[in-house]
């Protein structure tokens, strides 16, 4: 993985079904999180208090985000 690429350069290791096409950032959220998770020093690292709160509030982001989807027309 290259971290001075975009998303790390796994770009190759993504289906394609999942629409790369669109925004996928709340994925993109989950690979910051896993790569600070897995960082070589210790102090560099995320506490798994504060892993589980970014979790979260990526889901959240992504929950309201598709609640919003596009309004329907009125008649």
Do not use: H, W
């Not at 993985?1 to 394609?16: A, Q, R, V």
């Not at 079904?17 to 995320?46: H, N, W």
């Not at 919003?68 to 027309?73: L, T, Y």
Request: aromatic residues 6%; without cysteine; glycine residues 6%.
């Amino acid at each position: 993985m290259d971290k001075d690429k975009d998303l790390y350069n796994l770009y190759e290791f993504l289906d394609p079904t999942i629409g790369l096409d669109t925004t996928i950032e709340g994925f993109e959220k989950f690979v910051d999180v896993a790569m600070r998770r897995v960082e070589e020093s210790g102090d560099d690292r995320p506490i798994m208090n504060e892993v589980v709160k970014k979790i979260e509030k990526i889901l959240q982001l992504a929950d309201q985000n598709s609640n919003a989807g596009p309004a329907s027309p009125s008649s």
